[in-house]
C-alpha cells in the first residue's frame, strides 16, 4: 500500500518532486496532450539527474 | 491420569482431533474428558458465536478475511480478547478442571487455548497446559501465550507456533482415525463398493460437514476437467447437495461415514479449507488438492500446506493440470510428504506433560457479585476497543509506515504516480512515454472495467500499474474492502497481471489495511 495525498496539476506547472518523497499527481481532467506535456517535464527531471521510479520500488 | 480436552463444536475438524487424542488416551488406560467451550459462555452466547460465524462463512466471507488477516497485522488486540474471552469463560473453565479432577488440560481450538493459556499466566489454573493446533498455517490466534505445549500436524508449524510464543513445540503429526492409517479398504473393493467404474479417474471433493465455499464451482471445474469426474461429499448442507445432483454428473453424497471407503476409491482430494479430512487424506496417502479454498484459514491452510511439499495449490481455471500433476511424480513426491507426518503421538506428549514439574499454583477464584455489570462493561469495552484499535489505532500505524510502503532512508529517488483520466489512457502515445519516464499509472477499478483495452496496454507497455480503488466511495467504511477488492480483480483482467501496489485516495484505518494486504 502506498499513501501519498494527490496533487493536482495544471498542464503548465509541475508541482515539487523531491528526492527521497512520494509525488502522486492527479491527471484525470487533463487530455492525453496535456499528459505528454507533463511526462515530458518529469522527463525533463531525468534529464537533469533527477533519478525517477515508479511506486513498485517502494519497500513494503 | 485425568484429561480435560477442550474442543468447540465449530466445524467438525476440533472436534474431530479432540475425540481421537480422547480415544487414544483412554486407549493407553487415562481418562479423558472432551468438553465444548462454546457451552462455556454465558446466555447461549456460544450458539450465537457458532451461528454468526458459519453464516459468515457462507454469506460474507470477505469480513471473515478481514478479521482473519487483522490479528497479523495488530496482534496487539490479542490482550482485550484474552480478557473479554476469560471474563465470559474463564469461571466455567475452571469448574470443568476441578469436576474431571484434571491432570492436564488440552485445547483443539485457538479461543479455548487464549483463556487456558491468560489463566495460566495469571497463576489461576495449576495444572499444565497444551494446544493442539488442527490448521496447518498457525494463526496468531492458536499462538496463546501462557500455554506450556503446543502440538502441531507438521514440523513447519511446530516452528511457526515456537516463534510467535517462544514456548515448546513439538509436532506428533495430525490427529486421525485409525480407520485411515489402517483400516482402508483396498481401491477394487471401495469402488465396486460404491458403485465406481474400476476405470474411471475420480476427484474426492470436500468442503466440511457445513459444506462451503465455492463447492458448485469446484465441482463444474472437474466435470469440465477431460476424463476427470466428481465425487462430492456435501456434508449436513442440503442445499448444495440439491443443486449438484441437478447437475447430473459424477456422484453427489450428504453427510458420510464412508470417507476410508470414498479416499480408497478417489484417485486424488480436492479441498478448500486444509481441515480434517485433508489430514486423513494425508494418513490414506491420497493426493490433495487445495483449490478456491474458504477465506481466512482456508487460505493460510492451501499456502502453508504447498510450501511444506504435502498437498498442491491450484489457482481457478488450473485445476486440471493439477488433477493430472496429482497422478505423476509431483503428485507421489507430496503423498509420501503427507504419509512422513504421522510420526509421533499426541497422546504420549500430552501424558508426558502431565507428569511434568507444576512451577505455577493455582490461586482460588474471585467470585464477583456485580458479574452481570461485569459482562455488560466487557461487553461494551470489547466493542470500544476494537473499533478504536482498528480505524485510529491502525492509522496511527499507518503514519508511522507499518504496512505502508515508504522510500528507503536517505533515498534520492524521487518515487511518481499519476491519476490517469480513460481519455488519456487509451491515447496510444501516453503508455509508452509513462514507461520511458519511469512513472506508474494509477488506474480505478472503473476505469479498468469499462477501458479494459487501454489499462491493458498500459501494462503492455511496461508501465507499473497501481490500482486507485474502485473510483469515488460512498458507502460504509467496511464496505470499502469490496469496492479494493472488485477493482483489484478488474485490474488484473485486464492487464492479466496481479496489482501489487495500492494507491488509496483516502484516509487510511484498519479496514483499508485489510483490505490492501
Redesign the interface.
Known sequence: MVLAPSVAVTPSELPPVRPGGVCVLDLRTLTADQVLAVVNQLDGLEAAGQLVSPLSALRG | MNVLIISASMGAGHDGAARELQRRLRRDGHDATVVDYLTAFPLGLGRVVRTGYRWELRLAPWTYEWTYRLWYLLPVMAAPLMAVLSLFTERKVQRWVVETGADTVVSTYPLASLTIGRARRRGRLAVPTSTFITDFAVHPLWAARGVDLNLTVHPQAAGSVHDQTGAPAAAPGPMVDDRFLALVPSRTEARARLGIPADARVALIVAGSWGVGAVRRTFDDIVASPGWQPLAVCGHNKRLRRALESRRAGWVLGWTDQMPALMAAADVLVENAGGLTCMEAFAVGLPVVSYRPIAGHGRGNARDMATAGVADFAAPGELGAALVRSLGPDGARRRAAGRAMFAGEAAEEVARLAGAPRPVEAAAPVRSRHRPVRVALAGVASVAIGLVLTSVGAGIA?AHGL??????A????????????A??A??A??PP??A?????A?VSGQMAALHPVAVGALAAAG??V?NGGWGPHRGLVWTWHADVQRSADAIRDATGGKV??????RS?NGF??MS??
Open positions: 499507518a504496512a505502508v510502503a515508504h522510500p528507503p536517505h533515498s534520492s529517488t524521487a518515487y511518481v504516480a499519476v491519476r490517469l483520466g481519455e488519456a487509451a491515447d502515445r501516453v512515454a509513462l520511458s519516464a519511469h512513472v506508474t494509477i508501465v507499473d497501481a501489487r501496489t495500492f494507491a488509496p485516495g487510511i483499508a489495511l490492501a494486504s
